[in-house]
């Protein structure tokens, strides 16, 4: 990887690391401070964004499986309910039963019963778990917010819509980057349907990107150089999912799109 990357690994990424441990606990602004260099304060960022999908994910699918269980605790309150009825009817003699028929129907909504209620429990755990998640994001968030505070300021130049060109390959897309400091994040959208996030950073006139597709996770990294007049990206890309015929790796250019008031 880059000089930066290597920056990163040999410094700024384990003490950042250890203090992103911090996060689900008590990272104030004592512990930001800890995060003197700016690699630092970016390894630590990284880390926390890293987290916070995490949890994002685990929130996407705890909300699917409430979703699923309150749907089944619904079923299993209206079978035990039409059940209860139909014993009720035996019972009273309203409809003509023999008792082994009887004994059957009280084992049936003994049985929902007990699904309804485990049901129920299920549920009200999962609960408890999204209201957990939505605590832990809020609080990486605010870890975030805080050390993205702390970076040196910049013009951020780089803010904008990019028309970029993969090569050898020759598919085109976008990257709508938005810049705080030396932090990059945004989004992309290439030729096939292919969409996601980027993150990086821009530290002495080099760009470096790491591209997290919607489907595949972590898909690649692209590092390049920015032009004297800030809007064109030169660089090169490296695959980290080896596909059969495919590249793995190529270089690629980035133009900036006149934004909106130039070009009226």
Sequence with gaps: MTRMLAGLRGGALPAAVALVGLAVGGFGPAAA???KRPEEQLAAIYSLRVQLEIEQRRLDEALQTYNDRAAARDTAAAR??????E?????????????????????EVQKTEQEYEALIRATRDIRSQISDAHVRIVLLSDRIARLRKTLPSDNES??????????????????????????LVGEYSLEGGWRGSLQGTFVDNKVL????????????????TVAADGKTIRGTWQNYILSGGQPT????????RAERAEAD
Excluded: C
């Design 33 to 35: 401070q800890d995060l």
């Design 158 to 183: 780089l803010t904008g819509a990019w028309d970029v060109v993969y090569l050898p390959s020759d598919d085109k897309g976008i990257f709508t980057l938005r810049q705080s400091g030396t932090l």
């Design 80 to 85: 035990a309910s039409r059940l209860n009825r």
């Design 87 to 107: 014993l009720d009817d035996m019972i009273a003699g309203q409809v003509a039963a023999e008792r082994d028929e009887v004994m059957a129907k009280e084992e």
């Design 209 to 224: 990107l790491h591209r997290i597709d919607s489907k595949l996770g972590r898909s690649s990294d692209l590092e390049g």
């Design 249 to 256: 790796s190529g270089s690629w250019v980035a133009k900036k």
